[in-house]
């Protein structure tokens, strides 16, 4: 079980949200090169960034900080970003700047060729993002929900070769509340793909959950704001992953 830390970008700091609500934000570091660094150096074996002014603009804002942090541990682990990513040449910018994988979220659920062509483009570099609530699918920085079934969509991408998924429900981000095992567990049994679990992870307890249904096919979870306000503590937590997964 990968446990990855989520770098959220914002005005070029570091923060987090709660559900996604631009207005709650609570700064971390406005040092995020400094931040990837702390977590490297505690275990992380790759990192999840997000650029929140990128995805309520629906194009990349925070790129002077993402190149800092791929400057900084860039050539030490696969480093992941989403937000605002709505074209092909963003895409191969990003890659050429040394990101490992690209995260498409509401692009791929408006304009689902684009993501065909990201697919077919940049094979083994895309993975998609779906943020739902209640089993439905939601768009633009969470603020529209879809008529769309999570399962169904996803198996439509598996289709198209993207890598894996991640699967945020968004009732919980943020809030500490625990991850949605569940709907995860489900998610990653309609599918051949791995999945990400993002969204609510509150301690240790989640991770040993998490741990416990591995093999139905979700390789890792994001982790947010628990790692931040200290609920819990990442190298420790990566080691207990560790240990469950050796037996």
């Not at 070769?161 to 309609?190: F, H, P, Q, S």
Request: proline share 3%; with cysteine.
């Amino acid at each position: 079980m990968l446990l990855i830390p989520a770098i959220d970008l914002k005005d070029g700091h570091c923060v987090r949200l709660k559900q996604g609500d631009m207005n709650a934000s609570t700064t971390f570091s406005e040092d995020p090169a400094a931040m990837a660094r702390r977590w490297v150096e505690q275990g992380a074996r790759r990192l999840h960034l997000v650029d929140l002014n990128g995805a309520f603009a629906g194009k990349p804002v925070n790129e002077p900080a993402v190149k800092a942090i791929l400057r900084e541990v860039g050539d030490e682990i696969p480093v992941q970003l989403g937000g605002g990513i709505r074209d092909l040449d963003t895409i191969e910018r990003y890659l050429d700047d040394g990101l490992s994988y690209i995260i498409i979220g509401t692009a791929a659920v408006k304009n689902p060729g684009f993501l065909k062509d990201a697919c077919s483009a940049f094979g083994g570099h895309i993975i998609v993002g779906l943020d739902a609530k209640d089993g439905k699918v939601a768009t633009d920085g969470w603020s529209k929900l879809t008529g769309h079934e999570v399962v169904d969509l996803a198996k439509k991408f598996e289709d198209y070769g993207v890598e894996g998924v991640i699967y945020t429900d968004i009732g919980r981000d943020g809030m500490l509340t625990g991850i949605n095992v569940e709907a995860t567990v489900k998610l990653a049994r309609a599918l051949t793909m791995p999945v990400i679990a993002s969204g609510g992870l509150g301690g240790i307890a989640d991770i040993e959950q998490l741990c416990a249904v591995e093999d139905e096919g979700i390789s890792g979870v994001i982790c947010g704001r628990a790692i931040y306000s200290g609920e819990l503590d990442f190298a420790a937590a990566q080691k207990r992953a560790d240990a469950l997964a050796a037996g």
